[in-house]
T-cell receptor, first 113, second 112 residues
Framework: EAGVAQSPRYKIIEKRQSVAFWCNPI?????LYWYQQILGQGPKLLIQ????????DSQLPKDRFSAERLKGVDSTLKIQPAKLEDSAVYLC???????????FGPGTRLTVL | SQQGEEDPQALSIQEGENATMNCSYK?????LQWYRQNSGRGLVHLIL?????REKHSGRLRVTLDTSKKSSSLLITASRAADTASYFC????????????FGTGTRLTIIP
């Protein structure tokens, strides 16, 4: 079974630039999550989708972050404009409907200079 | 915000020894999960324990949950070099597609 795919794996940008991350969840997983993991900390949920609807985006900095999940499958997370404090690993996870266990992708390591 | 706090923040043991790490959380939960994260990789689910369970085993892993103290422990027996990783507890307030709130993690190093 293919796992959660993410790209790119690494990205370096300058502050005020824009960046986008892509995630392809495990086939059949209705729920998709984006987490931000700052070095030395645990992951923090940014946004949760159920199919293509948003379930929870309470911790998403909406002035600069946006996310979409077209057709309830792939998802993109965008930051515009980036700040230095956005340097982190961005993790995508997915889960089956009604199941708590989440499957994580390898993450995208973002460095903002 | 982080729901849980893991203790210790870092742990180094000799291969073959047992490793114990603890997690404390703040609010009521439906279940608690443990995840492992190897350097530079995503998280891998290890085990889930529900709020009405007190202990659960999976291979070399043993998890306990004390809801009265809002704490959990993860025991890894007969540690191996491949167990070197960061371990996170994560809590869910309800069962289903509930978001997970992660702790701060314990960095475990197994010395060969």
């Amino acid at each position: 079974e293919a796992g959660v795919a993410q790209s790119p794996r690494y990205k370096i940008i300058e502050k005020r630039q824009s960046v986008a991350f892509w995630c392809n969840p495990i086939s059949g997983h209705a729920t998709l999550y984006w987490y931000q993991q700052i070095l030395g900390q645990g992951p923090k949920l940014l946004i949760q989708f159920q199919n293509n609807g948003v379930v929870d985006d309470s911790q998403l900095p909406k002035d600069r972050f946006s996310a979409e999940r077209l057709k309830g499958v792939d998802s993109t997370l965008k930051i515009q404009p980036a700040k230095l404090e956005d340097s982190a690993v961005y993790l995508c996870a997915s889960s089956l409907a009604g199941i708590n266990e989440q499957f994580f992708g390898p993450g995208t390591r973002l460095t903002v200079l | 915000s982080q729901q849980g706090e893991e203790d210790p923040q870092a742990l180094s043991i000799q291969e073959g020894e047992n490793a114990t790490m603890n997690c404390s959380y703040k609010t009521s939960i439906n279940n608690l999960q443990w995840y492992r994260q190897n350097s530079g990789r995503g998280l891998v689910h290890l085990i889930l324990i529900r709020s009405n369970e007190r202990e659960k085993h999976s291979g070399r892993l043993r998890v306990t949950l004390d809801t009265s103290k809002k704490s959990s422990s993860l025991l890894i027996t007969a540690s191996r070099a491949a167990d070197t990783a960061s371990y996170f507890c994560a809590t869910a307030r309800s069962f289903g597609n509930e978001k997970l709130t992660f702790g701060t993690g314990t960095r475990l190093t197994i010395i060969p």
